[in-house]
């Protein structure tokens, strides 16, 4: 028997409706087994590309931060708050990296096109 096809990575926790691991909805995880090869492969390519989305959306978070603190300086909180971001922004790659399947050109250009 061969092994189920699947893009969990083991770090099941659901925000925002989709797990932050795979990136999968809940839906997704509970129907899985019930999928065709050719839908699980589909999906996983759509969970890789909101992925990318994710961290091209942190990385432009990011990005904002460090132009407002170079443009007015920073106080405490905005301090706080970039070391946040870019903390965000450095989990995300990182997991992502793990399974292979970052394209930091992709980020660069998500991030210079906002």
Do not use: F
Not at 9 to 26: A, P
Not at 88 to 94: P, V
Request: hydrophobic letters at 30%; charged letters at 30%; aromatic letters at 4%.
């Amino acid at each position: 028997m061969s092994e189920l096809l699947t893009p969990c990575v083991k770090r099941c926790k659901l925000e925002h409706g989709r797990c932050s691991g795979c990136s999968r909805t809940l839906e997704q995880i509970r129907d899985w087994r019930t999928y065709t090869h050719q839908q699980r492969l589909k999906i996983m390519n759509d969970c890789q590309k909101e992925r990318l989305l994710i961290v091209s959306d942190k990385a432009s978070n990011a990005q904002h931060y460090v132009n407002e603190v170079l443009r007015h300086g920073y106080t405490a909180d905005d301090r706080l708050a970039l070391e946040e971001a870019l903390g965000d922004l450095l989990e995300a790659a990182g997991r992502l990296a793990e399974k292979g399947d970052i394209s930091w050109t992709k980020v660069i250009e998500r991030v210079q096109s906002h």
